[in-house]
């Protein structure tokens, strides 16, 4: 339940902080007081829409923080553990502030948090009727939202919209395919040409730069090859050739060491040029002697060469990445050749999955009927008691022509009233009577909220336009709806707030610069005075007060 609320610089209240009890609360005061900014302020903190012109004149921001008990409320609990916003208190704090250019920020648990979010903890908090909602009653979305809160069949709603996004993918994918069947059909004969002609070159990994390299030498073989010779016998095999120079040098040396050591280090180098030039000489030879001087692999060479850039060409691409685009190339195919892209398994899917939406439709269908029947009778016996004999509400089910799925289930719903015996079933919409409209609004919302699991309910003025023992009936119901819940409820009839377990008057402080909204908690003697100032205006005469005061003896 509510706690408490502190509200600053919202409309035209400064600051107020009050704390909220347990049961049934009546909110009274002259009319303009303000009863209906604090509720107003609730709905702000609850993620409500709002804009600058909800700060207070002169002020910077309006800010409102909200306190509400959850150690009862597993919906709300369970949100917050989901999105990692739930505390080790049985306290949620909830922080809204806006700014004088219009700017909103905020709050849950001390985390930011977005409006979004803060209107779906709201959800789960708490549940507001206001004095117009008979005009949201004439929307046949709110009438079938209604009657999905008061059948408490959520899961089963959400099973539907489920089975229904799964149709609609599918469906669309369908379409799409099928209108796309001849370009799908020609773009698979494309892939299967490019993949069998890129697998067909077999193109190897670093094969063009290997190419590229053969190709150099065989193009200049005879002049390695001769070159290589040449070397060969310069350093080993003809006459004065350099290993010969250096094997005489080095007897020599040898020789000269015996008469003087400071030679050896010459020799030792002179020794080791000889080894190195006898290995090379003898590379040399290799090497001429394999030189391949193969024409025929030349021409071979040089045919894959142009082979494989005629193929980089045709797809404007580096010939080292023609291995990288086959690749591609068969993933995709593999993509377009799976289930996704075949028109059979696709219907077949398809048509799986109406029947599962099916499925779920008619289950959702079976639990509004039995909701509707409830609701219809409890609503019905309402009006009775709200001075409405013999009138009848009754909740009509049709199937909605359109036979493809949506999001809510196949269901139409209306609401009709019989007003009067006699008269046929009308629906709503047609009721002439603001004063009838308004009677049946509030029997409906009464029957819906007996049925909310939400710890918080509130009612703002939803008793306007009755009186008499027709308003002690709403007093009655709205206290019996408070022994188990929280009830707030912004009233201008005493028989309705003699009922209250709580009573608060609204003020309005006027100076002469400025107006703000003021809240008391009365007690036994103020709550007598605040009703006859309700019953009798502004000359309060002992037979008023005698009255106020026998109207809460009879519920205290």
Not at 12 to 33: C, K, P, V, W
Not at 185 to 203: G, K, M, P, T
Not at 208 to 236: F, P, S
Request: glycine share 6%; hydrophobic share 40%.
């Amino acid at each position: 339940m509510l706690t408490y609320i502190h509200i600053r610089d919202f409309a035209i209240i400064t600051d107020l902080a009050l704390e909220l009890q347990a049961g049934m609360t009546a909110l009274t005061g002259e009319t303009g007081a303000g009863k209906s900014i604090l509720l107003d302020a609730i709905g702000l903190v609850l993620g409500d829409k709002t804009d600058a012109s909800s700060v207070r004149h002169g002020a910077e921001k309006a800010e409102v923080t909200l306190s509400v008990e959850i150690s009862h409320t597993p919906q709300a609990q369970q949100w917050l553990a989901e999105q990692d916003l739930l505390t080790e208190d049985d306290t949620c704090i909830l922080r809204r502030v806006v700014t004088h250019t219009g700017k909103s920020r905020a709050w849950i648990n001390g985390s930011p948090t977005t409006l979004t979010a803060l209107r779906e903890l709201g959800e789960q908090l708490v549940d507001i009727h206001g004095q117009h909602e008979h005009q949201s009653l004439m929307k046949r979305e709110m009438q079938r939202n209604l009657v999905d809160a008061y059948a408490g069949h959520e899961a089963l709603l959400k099973q539907t919209q489920e089975a229904y996004k799964q149709w609609k993918t599918l469906h669309e994918r369908y379409h799409t395919l099928s209108s796309q069947s001849s370009h799908f059909q020609e773009r698979l004969d494309l892939l299967n040409f490019q993949i069998q002609e890129l697998s067909d070159l077999a193109l190897a990994t670093d094969e063009i730069t290997q190419l590229d390299e053969e190709l150099n030498r065989l193009g200049h073989a005879e002049q390695l090859q001769a070159t290589a010779t040449q070397g060969y016998l310069q350093l080993y095999e003809t006459e004065g050739a350099v290993y010969s120079v250096l094997s005489q040098l080095s007897q020599e040396l040898t020789r000269q060491v015996r008469v003087d050591e400071a030679l050896v280090a010459s020799l030792e180098l002179v020794s080791s040029a000889q080894i190195q030039v006898q290995e090379a000489a003898w590379l040399l030879r290799d090497y001429a002697q394999a030189v391949d001087l193969d024409p025929a692999r030349l021409s071979t060479v040089e045919a894959r060469i142009a082979e494989i850039r005629n193929m980089a060409r045709k797809y404007r691409l580096e010939a080292e990445r023609l291995p990288e685009h086959l690749t591609r190339l068969q993933a995709e195919l593999s993509s377009l050749a799976s289930d996704d892209y075949d028109l059979d398994t696709l219907k077949s899917k398809l048509d799986a999955a109406q029947q599962t939406y099916q499925a779920a439709a008619q289950t959702l269908t079976k639990s509004r009927m039995q909701a509707a029947d409830q609701l219809s009778s409890g609503v019905s016996a309402a009006m009775q008691g709200l001075g409405m004999q013999g009138g009848q509400f009754h909740i009509q089910l049709n199937c909605l022509e359109d036979k493809h799925p949506q999001p809510q289930g196949m269901d139409q719903l209306e609401f009709l009233v019989s007003a009067n015996p006699g008269q046929p079933l009308k629906a709503l919409t047609k009721v002439a009577s603001g004063g009838e409209l308004s009677r049946i609004s509030l029997a409906i919302q009464m029957m819906a909220a007996q049925k909310m699991i939400l710890p918080a309910l509130i009612f703002d003025e939803v008793d306007t336009g009755i009186g008499g023992s027709i308003a002690e009936v709403v007093g009655t119901q709205l206290r019996s709806l408070g022994t188990n819940r929280q009830v707030l409820c912004v009233t201008h009839l005493p028989q309705v707030a003699s009922q209250a377990h709580h009573h608060y008057k609204v003020t309005k402080l006027k100076t002469s610069d400025s107006t703000q909204t003021g809240i008391i908690h009365l007690d036994h003697r103020a709550r007598v005075e605040e009703l006859a100032r309700m019953i009798g205006g502004t000359e309060i005469t002992l037979a008023t007060r005698a009255l106020a005061a026998e109207m809460l003896e009879r519920t205290e």
